[in-house]
């Protein structure tokens, strides 16, 4: 099916343990985002890429890495989860808007995750 | 330090009146303003853009106004219908790049 998949939708782990959400797009976009969403804090930039081996830090990407070896995958890993990154987590790719000009990001359908 | 800030966490509004959200930024390095629209258990869908060059930008019953001297954002939706309960999230891309920077977002409840 076209479009972006995030998975898994929920998960739950443990302080201290390695978790990935990945993220995957049909569309051959260039750019894809990871944001987290948090109440009160809206929806916060982690990392983004503008292709293949290239990434860049968002607004809060410690405790973070991404990698983006394919254009169509963007897996994030927790590589020791805290219990503050217990979050709903959002990947998006981007893709032009004819009307504006801007580059529009489409979103996944989110990761929730509970760190215990 | 929050570059776009929407300070209404929520909004309540009557089927057939108009909403208006609000959204204000503190840098002039934005190019591109979004806004989008969440329902529960969804990521975030598109509904409209303007550029910064532009004062103004319609699609359907959403329009959008930006106000540069104020640094201030608004969408208007009109007529309101319960359907557009949601979470809604404005946005700005940095200028010269591909990053975007979100609100807080604002609950709109229409009532039927």
Same mark, same amino acid.
């Given at each position: 099916?076209?479009?972006?998949?995030?998975?898994?939708?929920?998960?739950?782990?443990?302080?201290?343990?390695?978790? !990935? &959400?990945?993220?995957?797009?049909?569309?051959?976009? %260039?750019?894809? =985002?990871?944001?987290?969403? +948090?109440?009160?804090?809206?929806?916060?930039?982690?990392?983004?890429?503008?292709?293949?081996?290239?990434?860049?830090?968002?607004?809060?990407?410690?405790?973070?890495?991404?990698?983006?070896?394919?254009?169509?995958?963007?897996?994030? !890993? &927790?590589?020791?989860?805290?219990?503050?990154?217990? %979050?709903?987590? =959002?990947?998006?790719?981007? +893709?032009?808007?004819?009307?504006?000009?801007?580059?529009?990001?489409?979103?996944?359908?989110?990761?929730?995750?509970?760190?215990? | 330090?929050?570059?776009?800030?929407?300070?209404?966490?929520?909004?309540?509004?009557?089927?057939?009146?108009?909403?208006?959200?609000?959204?204000?930024?503190?840098?002039?390095?934005?190019?591109?303003?979004?806004?989008?629209?969440?329902?529960?258990?969804?990521?975030?869908?598109?509904?409209?853009?303007?550029?910064?060059?532009?004062?103004?930008?319609?699609?359907?019953?959403?329009?959008?106004?930006?106000?540069?001297?104020?640094?201030?954002?608004?969408?208007?939706?009109?007529?309101?219908?319960?359907?557009?309960?949601?979470?809604?999230?404005?946005?700005?891309?940095?200028?010269?790049?591909?990053?975007?920077?979100?609100?807080?977002?604002?609950?709109?409840?229409?009532?039927?």
């Amino acid at each position: 099916d076209a479009g972006i998949t995030q998975s898994p939708r929920y998960k739950i782990t443990e302080t201290g343990r390695q978790v !990935t &959400l990945m993220c995957h797009q049909t569309w051959s976009h %260039s750019y894809m =985002f990871w944001y987290r969403q +948090d109440l009160g804090h809206g929806l916060r930039l982690i990392y983004y890429s503008a292709a293949a081996d290239i990434t860049d830090k968002g607004e809060v990407p410690d405790g973070y890495v991404v990698s983006r070896s394919k254009t169509e995958n963007f897996p994030l !890993t &927790l590589e020791s989860a805290t219990r503050s990154q217990t %979050s709903v987590y =959002f990947c998006a790719s981007s +893709d032009p808007d004819r009307l504006s000009g801007a580059n529009v990001l489409t979103f996944g359908a989110g990761s929730r995750l509970t760190v215990l | 330090d929050q570059q776009v800030k929407q300070n209404s966490p929520s909004l309540s509004v009557q089927e057939g009146r108009i909403s208006i959200l609000n959204c204000d930024y503190t840098n002039s390095m934005f190019d591109y303003f979004l806004w989008y629209k969440k329902y529960p258990a969804e990521g975030p869908t598109f509904l409209i853009s303007i550029s910064s060059i532009k004062d103004k930008n319609e699609d359907g019953r959403f329009t959008v106004f930006l106000n540069k001297s104020a640094k201030h954002l608004s969408l208007h939706i009109v007529p309101s219908q319960p359907g557009d309960s949601a979470v809604y999230f404005c946005a700005a891309k940095v200028s010269g790049t591909y990053k975007y920077i979100f609100g807080t977002g604002t609950r709109l409840k229409v009532l039927a």
